[in-house]
T-cell receptor, first 112, second 110 residues
């Protein structure tokens, strides 16, 4: 089944403790992206990747890092999480940047 | 299993036409329904609907929710080429899970 998976689905952590949210897709898509969703703000893009080893900042990249060492995986790294990064995070992929994106199920992150 | 189904999957119309996009859902613990417009980058938020029968309007776009029949429609009147995009419907569940539909690809011919 074609899908985008994220792990973990829920995470509660404390300020400053590094964490990684994984994202994996099995559709051989070139384009992958991370978003955060906050009440009243809709989806905002954090980082995206057009292909392996090609990443770029979205609208709200501060405090996040990503890597794209292989096509199927696009982990989101928070080196030193802060409470303002408490949010619902979505990973998405598509064949290219202009195609409909397939979204993962979301990761609810709480930073205390 | 929770699901959000959008129809049609794809639609091509001429500039000036009116279009109606559909979104039906089967979701437990419904909280809200969201519409997004997705062009080349991140989807942009259009509407959030929580109550039945109350139309939300923004310029030529409007949307309404029917919680009894479990669907929503997005209307675009006097379409323009700039309306060409993928329109995403998503349902937010209590507990913060959001389920997205696959989208309707709308293409407006000049």
């Amino acid at each position: 089944e074609a899908q985008v998976t994220q792990n973990p689905r829920y995470l509660i952590t404390v300020t400053g403790k590094k964490l990684t949210v994984t994202c994996s897709q099995n559709m051989n898509h070139e384009y992958m992206s991370w978003y955060r969703q906050d009440p009243g703000l809709g989806l905002r893009q954090i980082y995206y990747s057009m292909n392996v080893e090609v990443t770029d900042k979205g609208d709200v990249p501060e405090g996040y890092k990503v890597s794209r060492k292989e096509k199927r995986n696009f982990p989101l790294i928070l080196e030193s999480p802060s409470p303002n990064q408490t949010s619902l995070y979505f990973c998405a992929s598509s064949p290219s940047g202009s195609d409909t994106q397939y979204f993962g199920p979301g990761t609810r992150l709480t930073v205390l | 299993e929770d699901k959000v189904v959008q129809s049609p999957l794809s639609l091509v119309v001429h500039e000036g036409d009116t279009v109606t996009l559909n979104c039906s859902y089967e979701v437990t613990n419904f909280r809200s329904l969201l519409w997004y417009k997705q062009e080349k980058k991140a989807p942009t938020f259009l509407f959030m609907l929580t109550s039945s029968g109350i139309e939300k309007k923004s310029g030529r776009l409007s949307s309404i929710l029917d919680k009894k029949e479990l669907f929503s429609i997005l209307n675009i009147t006097a379409t323009q080429t700039g309306d060409s995009a993928v329109y995403l419907c998503a349902v937010e569940r209590r507990g913060d899970k959001i389920i997205f539909g696959k989208g309707t690809r709308l293409h407006i011919l000049p």
